[in-house]
């Protein structure tokens, strides 16, 4: 049984190294501005954190550059700390945000060690690395996707390229195009960006599907990161859902509503006591310059300020202490938890703000909450949790969430959702955009002047995903129309400072001019063109298609019609009855309802200069009670009131070019020349990491080998001159790798490797001979019993069952493998000998090879035989019939003539005397019958037992 098992267990890991190597796995990545939490799903493996180089469950959003080597989480926090101007953190901060936005501004001043240079094309923020070389924030971010990229292909074993991205709710059309281009630049394909409170939310609604119902339940997400603050007011509740046909309660996440504060943070507070300390430092008075002069010493206080502020959320007062914070000059300084909250009192007045304002939004007070949970770091400061109990009236606050992870691993399981590989239950997801969109353009009136139009598109909090299409009725040449954010009402200044300019697109539709000459024609009515517009559920904002739309009038006589046409036409008309169609009639009705079918899929138009294709494609119009259908009332067939004209929608694509206003637009040739430089540091990086891998096994090897010289297995495997010329090699190679080792390639450590290796080649075999050989004679001997106890219970088989012709095994095959077995036997004891009398450093007698093959050839054999017992189908002898008996015992007369001939002959006389003598025969024959039919019944029933005794022996004979 347990070989059985283990080839099972071989299979299934045979089958799931196939299976893997498609790469079916997903992955999720919670990119938020100081940590990257990075979660997979993977067959066997649901939603689960993948761990780091370090072992860690969360990565440092940091990424250091110095001396061609590029780092990333906490060996690049300690680059930070050392060398600033290396190492950018807080990317998402300035991500998709202009030179010279009120975003970068605030980063210059925080971080006044980085030199921030404009790209002149695109109009966004770069970091200027050296004279020559430069950084733009999106390069920056897609290395550090790339390495949670890796992190997941580690932890999966295997290669993923499909995720889905979290972002914050606040984030516009620019940032999130932003992250979606550094994914691709690394070719990452982004299955869909969530709002990290609706990720919070997915995972929370998850694990609780239990307790959901028709009734919705309000919970709030609050959400203070490092460098902003969200509070996401979520719904959960059961909903009717059709799936395969079948009916069925789903349960259902509605985002209500998102209040935030976009520079509210720790990092904030971290700054603030950071400066603090400095000021403390200063006023000690151990140096005459300032402590603010010297970048290094200002990220080594940010860095203690972090930790002290983590540790006064627990304690009133902690000791903050640096050595060697300027060179030979330590520091200490004591600080309080109200030492701190008095820093950041301003900043605490503004943490009601984001609930209020989701609240409101929502139409909902704090009472119509029923849990309160907290998300992120900043709620750990008490004085964070004591207002937010204040703001939604609670005692108590939630915590059944992981702060830390929640988002990741709802975003994994979204992710799952959109992956075809993988079959989950269905969670329904109605997330929101939080900003409104308008589209604006300028037409010409009946007058000559130009008017100039705004319409609504989205309005604000729209639900996403969600398609529309908007009609513009007066254009019959090609146009344009603006794209941008609408009413900022709802928003504080600074929410509306930080988002930048409104400005969104500019869109221009072509070849519109050339349509409407090309349809000018009485037969056409021009209906406009028609943009259809897409909010994916990502909250990226994009245009599908524009097309122009034209009615083609069909009169019931037509001009253009051949005679043939009309002739048969007519026939159909005089022959078929009133409630009939005709052939053209049939093609209107046709083209009507593909009309009718395509118009139901657009949305809403929003202003009424809208004109939906269809409305005006209908045929039917109302009189009354009564309706027309093709011009004639239903009821009233014989009508002769002139038919109303048909009605064939025509759609004719058009041309859309798309100019973005926010961010410029990478060009191709740019794009490519970022990925090649980005593929390049790839290949650097892991050309290095191979040549310390090589370098750093070269280094194992000579250390462990240096131990084991002196080990007493290696010592009584081994001569003294073996030793003497093993360990002089590894002293020299050891030399050689610290005085000259450095600077050279890859091969070489192989090379050297492999030189060491072959030298102790000998005495590393004996040690694992001398190790391994009794484990391997312990299962041969195993094997030889086994076979010994199968012998003796497959002799009973070698003869047939009763009433069977053929048996199982044959005796010369028992035989054969009973010679074998004592054969192998009788050579496995002479070998054991033989090996005793043989010196350990000498060449060995017996060999584990020896050995694993005799033990194959007999496992082979036993293999063979069981085989034949599994496929063993027993053969029955014939049992003759009674009737046949009589026919052999009697079938001659007294004259010894056959006695089937004597009866022919006494039929043939008593036909000739015009009797019968069968019917003297009848009832002797009918009982001869009847005991033979209840004779042969017997025998089948005798054979049917003797067959199921044989099958119940043969279920054991098996080994």
């Not at 992250?179 to 709002?195: C, D, F, P, R, T």
């Not at 540790?311 to 520091?331: C, K, R, T, W, Y």
């Amino acid at each position: 049984m347990a070989a059985v098992a283990n080839l099972f267990f071989l299979a299934l890991v045979a089958a799931s190294a196939i299976f893997l190597a498609d790469g079916v796995a997903v992955m999720s990545i919670d990119f938020s501005s100081e940590f990257i939490k990075v979660a997979i799903v993977k067959p066997g493996v649901p939603m689960e954190i993948a761990l780091n180089k370090e072992s860690r469950r969360k990565t440092a959003s940091i990424i250091s550059m110095r001396d061609g080597e590029r780092l990333f989480g906490g060996p690049a926090m300690n680059v930070g700390v050392r060398f600033p101007k290396f190492a950018f953190r807080f990317l998402l901060h300035i991500l998709g945000e202009k030179f010279d936005s009120s975003a970068v501004e605030q980063y210059r001043q925080r971080f006044p060690h980085h030199t921030l240079v404009k790209d002149e094309v695109r109009g966004t923020v770069c970091f200027q690395y050296s004279e020559e070389e430069k950084y733009c924030v999106e390069e920056l971010v897609a290395m550090m996707l790339n390495n949670s990229r890796e992190t997941a292909e580690k932890f999966a074993e295997q290669s993923i390229n499909a995720a889905v991205i979290t972002v914050p709710a606040f984030f516009s059309q620019a940032q999130r195009r932003a992250m979606i281009y550094s994914a691709e630049l690394v070719g990452i394909n982004v299955k869909q960006l969530m709002n990290s409170g609706t990720a919070v939310g997915l995972n929370y609604g998850v694990f609780r599907q239990s307790t959901f119902n028709t009734t919705e339940q309000n919970i709030m997400f609050f959400d203070m990161g490092s460098t902003s603050t969200i509070a996401t007011i979520v719904s959960y509740q059961t909903v009717k859902s059709k799936e395969l046909g079948i009916m069925e309660n789903v349960p259902q996440l509605t985002v209500k509503s998102v209040g935030f504060d976009r520079t509210l943070g720790g990092l904030e507070m971290d700054m603030r006591l950071r400066d603090h300390l400095a000021d403390v430092f200063d006023s000690q008075k151990k140096s005459p310059d300032s402590v603010r002069k010297s970048p290094r010493a200002m990220a080594k206080l940010l860095k203690e300020a972090n930790r002290v502020k983590q540790v006064l959320s627990a304690n009133n007062d902690h000791m903050a202490q640096i050595e060697g914070l300027l060179p030979d000059i330590d520091f200490r300084a004591k600080v309080t938890r109200e030492e701190l909250e008095e820093m950041c009192a301003d900043m605490f007045d503004r943490v009601q703000a984001p609930i209020k304002q989701a609240l409101k939004a929502a139409e909902m007070d704090a009472s119509d909450l029923q849990q309160v949970i907290i998300v992120g770091g900043g709620p750990r400061v008490p004085k964070v949790q004591q207002l937010l109990m204040e703001a939604t009236k609670k005692t108590e606050l939630g915590k059944s969430v992981n702060s830390d992870e929640a988002a990741a691993l709802g975003a994994s399981y979204a992710a799952a959702g959109l992956s075809k590989a993988f079959r989950i239950k269905k969670f329904k997801i109605k997330d929101l955009s939080f900003y409104p969109f308008e589209v604006a353009y300028d037409r010409e009136t009946e007058t000559g002047e130009m008017k100039h139009v705004e319409r609504g598109l989205y309005s604000n909090e729209n639900q996403a995903p969600q398609k529309k299409a908007m009609s513009f009725s007066q254009f019959k040449e090609d146009f344009k129309f603006s794209l941008s954010h609408g009413d900022m009402s709802h928003l504080t200044e600074p929410q509306v400072s930080l988002l930048g300019t409104k400005a969104i697109l500019s869109v221009s539709v072509g070849n519109v001019t050339n349509t409407f000459k090309k349809y000018k024609s009485n037969k056409y009515d021009a209906k406009g063109v028609k943009v259809h517009f897409n909010l994916d559920a990502g909250s990226v904002l994009g245009i599908d298609t524009a097309e122009a739309i034209f009615h083609l009038l069909e009169n019931e006589t037509k001009d253009e019609a051949s005679t043939l046409s009309n002739l048969v036409d007519g026939i159909s008309n005089f022959f078929s009855t009133s409630g009939e169609k005709t052939t053209a009639e049939k093609a209107g009705d046709k083209a009507e309802e593909d009309d009718a079918a395509k118009s139901s899929s657009d949305k809403q138009s929003t202003s009424s200069d809208d004109v939906n294709a269809a409305n005006t494609s209908s045929n039917a119009s109302a009189t009354g009670n009564d309706t027309l259908v093709n011009g004639t009332k239903s009821g009233d067939a014989n009508s002769t009131k002139p038919k109303v004209p048909q009605q064939q929608v025509i759609r004719v694509p058009l041309k859309v070019f798309i100019e973005r206003l926010d961010i410029v637009e990478p060009t191709e040739e740019t794009t490519n020349a970022t990925k090649k430089r980005l593929q390049d540091m790839a290949d650097r990086d892991l050309a290095k990491a191979l040549l310390e891998a090589s370098k750093n096994t070269l280094e194992a090897y000579i250390f462990d080998m240096q131990d084991k010289m002196y080990a007493d297995a290696y010592v009584e495997a081994s001569e003294e001159e073996e030793r003497t010329n093993v360990t002089t090699a590894l002293t020299a190679a050891s030399d050689w790798l610290y005085e000259q080792g450095d600077g050279v390639t890859r091969e070489v450590y192989d090379e050297k490797l492999a030189e060491l290796k072959a030298l102790a080649k000998d005495i590393a075999w004996r040690v694992w001979e001398h190790e391994e050989r009794p484990t391997m004679i312990k299962k041969l001997r195993s094997t030889l019993n086994a076979s010994r106890y199968f012998i003796n219970d497959t002799w009973n088989y070698t003869k047939p069952e009763p009433g069977y012709t053929n048996s199982i095994y044959t005796a010369a095959e028992i035989t054969a493998f009973e010679k074998l077995v004592n054969e192998t036997e009788t050579w496995l004891n002479e070998s054991v000998a033989k090996q005793a009398t043989t010196k350990k450093s000498k060449t060995p007698a017996l060999t584990v090879r020896d050995v694993a093959e005799k033990g194959a050839a007999v496992s082979e054999e036993v293999s063979t035989l069981n085989g034949k017992a599994k496929y063993y189908i027993p053969v029955k002898k014939k049992i003759p019939t009674k009737t046949a008996k009589n026919d052999t015992s009697g079938n001659s007369t007294a004259d010894g003539e056959p006695k089937a001939d004597s009866d022919a002959k006494a039929g043939s006389e008593s036909k000739s005397d015009g009797t019968t003598a069968s019917d003297d025969k009848t009832s002797s024959k009918s009982k001869t019958e009847k005991s033979t039919d209840e004779k042969a019944d017997g025998a089948e029933k005798k054979s049917g037992d003797s067959e199921k005794s044989s099958s119940d022996k043969h279920e054991h004979k098996e080994l």
